[in-house]
Nanobody, 124 residues
Framework: QVQLVESGGKLVQAGGSLRLSCAAS????????MGWFRQAPGKEREFVAA????????YYADSVKGRFTTSRDNAKNTGYLQMNSLKPEDTAVYYC?????????????????WGQGTQVTVSS
């Protein structure tokens, strides 16, 4: 089992930056891929970014490419989502997810473990 706890969400002005963290505990190792998703009110959960277990490969949704960066520190069992140039449309609850595997994964159903989510609100 893996437990995930996100942190770092808050209210920020458009154009600002935030860094979300996802702390993993339990059966963690370098084969634990991580993904970031977000869900705005009335919308489906959507993929944001993913990183493989070793941190050597990443993938981003087109809507965040060039603005968001995902990384991880396996020594700390923590993943990160650095969000720059935030826009009001980035407002959502952000979730991290994890799955044992050799690559990164894009669909919510690919992931086995989820955090509780952290609210990001971007004001215009």
């Amino acid at each position: 089992q893996v437990q995930l706890v996100e942190s770092g969400g808050k209210l920020v002005q458009a154009g600002g930056s935030l860094r979300l963290s996802c702390a993993a505990s339990g059966r963690t190792n370098s084969n634990l891929a991580m993904g970031w998703f977000r869900q705005a009110p009335g919308k489906e959960r959507e993929f944001v970014a993913a990183i493989n277990g070793r941190g050597s490969s990443v993938y981003y949704a087109d809507s965040v490419k060039g603005r968001f960066t995902t990384s991880r520190d396996n020594a700390k069992n923590t993943g990160y989502l650095q969000m720059n140039s935030l826009k009001p449309e980035d407002t959502a609850v952000y979730y991290c997810a994890a799955k044992y595997g050799v690559t990164w994964y894009l669909a919510p159903q690919d992931y086995d473990y989820w955090g509780q989510g952290t609210q990001v609100t971007v004001s215009s």
